[in-house]
């Protein structure tokens, strides 16, 4: 198999000013694009040279499982997004937020918590476990929740090169913005 970087569904300018093009351009265009393509070397003459990103994340370790997760991590990341996006979720997700969290505000709160506070570089989760109850988790450097049985529905990227070109250190100004580019509609649809 061979892994190409996806097309994103939105302009490369079209979430500024929360990201701006420069952003998404190293972002996506160099970081997403080099995982794409140290993942197409390393698996040649492997087990994992016609696997899919997610035998490669639940089976492979080492470069292969690093490179292959930060490939899936990344499209899952930038197709939570749109220009249209923030506000609240609607229907069946809503309503298990408000079961587990309290109240919309009170998740936003512990997830950006959890963004806000992982050290060094990672990735803040909601996840839904085996019983479909919603948790927050995270997950340092490649790692994805899929290898603990969870299933992802929305996260936050707070490697350095997400926000340090906009934001610099100020990582909580960067995870304020997060907010108001997601696009629910897709996400309530993982869950
Ligand atoms: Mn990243």
């Given at each position: 198999m061979k892994f190409e970087l996806p097309e994103l569904p939105?302009?490369?300018?079209?979430?500024?000013?929360?990201?701006?093009k420069k952003t998404i351009e190293f972002h996506y265009g160099k970081h997403h694009q080099a995982y794409v393509n140290n993942l197409n070397n390393l698996v040649?003459?492997?087990?994992?040279?016609?696997?899919?990103l997610e035998t490669i994340i639940k089976k492979a370790d080492g470069g292969i499982f690093n490179n292959g997760a930060q490939v899936w991590n990344h499209t899952f990341y930038f197709t939570?997004?749109?220009?249209k996006g923030g506000g609240e979720p609607s229907g069946t997700l809503a309503k298990a937020i408000d079961k587990t969290f309290g109240n919309f505000d009170s998740f936003k709160e512990d997830f950006g918590k959890a963004a806000a506070t992982l050290f060094g570089s990672g990735w803040a989760w909601l996840v839904k476990d085996a019983k479909g109850e919603l948790k927050i988790v995270q997950t340092s450097?490649?790692?994805?929740p899929m290898t603990q049985g969870l299933t992802p529905i929305l996260t936050c990227d707070v490697?350095?090169?997400?926000y340090y070109l906009d934001y610099q250190n100020k990582r909580p100004d960067y995870i304020a913005s997060f907010w108001k580019l997601i696009d629910w509609k897709v996400v309530g649809a993982r869950f």
């Open positions: 939105y302009a490369t300018d079209a979430l500024e000013p929360a990201i701006t040649v003459g492997t087990e994992f040279e016609n696997a899919d939570s997004f749109s220009p450097n490649a790692a994805n490697w350095e090169h997400a």
